[in-house]
């Protein structure tokens, strides 16, 4: 089975994204990533991608849903994808579905729930190491990076109010996704104002 991941900005969706492709033997999908690694590829479409990045334009859906073919056309035979976060909106829904139509691929949404005030007192209370850029959760009481020993720094676009700005596109864009997967009995949703390792809990017992 394939899987999409879906959680709100602070709702640990990275944390637990790794943990899942780890334990279930996934391929990742993670747009930001994607494209930054194509565009060191050299490749034809590694090298638009690289312009239009260079040129501070956001990628255009079709080149997004090409990388997404792409990726998908070079899985290793037998392997299942876990989508981190994709589609984001319902445009992109749209060529999305068409395309998991078209290669045959079904799959599963998972979204792990967060409360929009829940999220807000996270991010606002996360730090990031000065140095290697490891984000420490509201939890870690130490001053100090545990990796590096570097100094434990708020991130200055975590106010209050840029973590709102950053909320409301998630409600706005990527809900109406969400809320027609549930219509559709695509969504397992997962309590993510609990522990890691509760959310984690819940999820395996979930989705097996
Ligand atoms: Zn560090």
Same mark, same amino acid.
């Given at each position: 089975m394939n899987y999409i991941l879906f959680g709100m900005q602070g709702s640990g969706k990275g944390t637990q994204s790794k943990y899942l492709a780890e334990h279930l033997n996934l391929e990742v999908f993670e747009t930001g990533e994607a494209l930054r690694s194509l565009a060191e590829e050299g490749s034809e479409l590694g090298n638009k991608v690289k312009a239009i990045m260079e040129s501070g334009n956001l990628v255009p859906i079709e080149v997004v849903m090409e990388i997404i073919e792409n990726f998908l056309t070079n899985l290793p035979e037998g392997k299942s994808v876990l989508f981190d976060g994709i589609p984001r909106s319902k445009e992109q829904q749209k060529n999305f579905d068409i395309l998991m139509k078209k290669k045959g691929m079904d799959f599963t949404a998972i979204l792990i729930e967060i409360s929009e005030e829940e999220a807000i007192r996270r991010l606002t209370n996360r730090r990031i190491c000065s140095k290697c850029k490891t984000v420490f959760p509201?939890?870690?009481? *130490?001053?100090?990076?545990?990796?590096?020993?570097s100094e434990l720094i708020s991130r200055s676009d975590d106010t209050p109010n840029a973590i709102r700005i950053r909320l409301n596109n998630f409600t706005k864009k990527t809900m109406p996704v969400i809320e027609d997967y549930k219509s559709k009995g695509k969504i397992i949703s997962i309590n993510? *104002?609990?522990?890691i390792e509760a959310v984690r809990d819940e999820m395996l017992s979930k989705i097996n």
């Open positions: 509201a939890t870690y009481k *130490e001053n100090r990076c545990k990796d590096c020993d993510g *104002e609990q522990s």
